[in-house]
């Protein structure tokens, strides 16, 4: 059976998640793949609001309040309201955050050698494969790419 695109998807990020959430078992347990843009962001930025988050980041607004939650659960993160705006929340790294950065510097140095040592395996750069393909969905989403061939299908 040919698997499908959505499948082949998923199925790579559970390959490599898996090793990444592993890898990270060596500096902190309670660490996830999930925080590292956050991390990311806050280690460049000392102190940033939700909203500047996702835009440093790349990822929905929604998305940043719910790992900035599962962060301060592991005590990675403290969350103030902006002493401007009631309305902003200012993330800022814990003790154990900032203790844990350089940690993570390392696990992530040893994940881009480990990408770059998948992408020799392979007959096309995979990083390049996915800003290509992630561009190409920027400028025709894949709603209306499905709407075409419902379309030429002859269906709704």
Known sequence: ???????QLRHLIELLDSAVERSYEHVDASYRPRYTPVMRVLMRENSSTISE???AAGISQPAVTQTVSRMMEADLVSVSPSETDARQRIVQLTKKGKRLAPKLEKCWEATAL??????????L????VLEDAIKALEQRSYDERIAAARKS???P
């Open 125 to 128: 750069p995979l990083g390049a």
């Open 114 to 123: 480990a990408a770059r040592s998948l992408e020799a395996d392979l007959q």
């Open 53 to 55: 988050i996702a835009i």
């Open 1 to 7: 059976m040919t698997r499908t695109l959505g499948t």
């Open 153 to 155: 299908l002859g269906g």
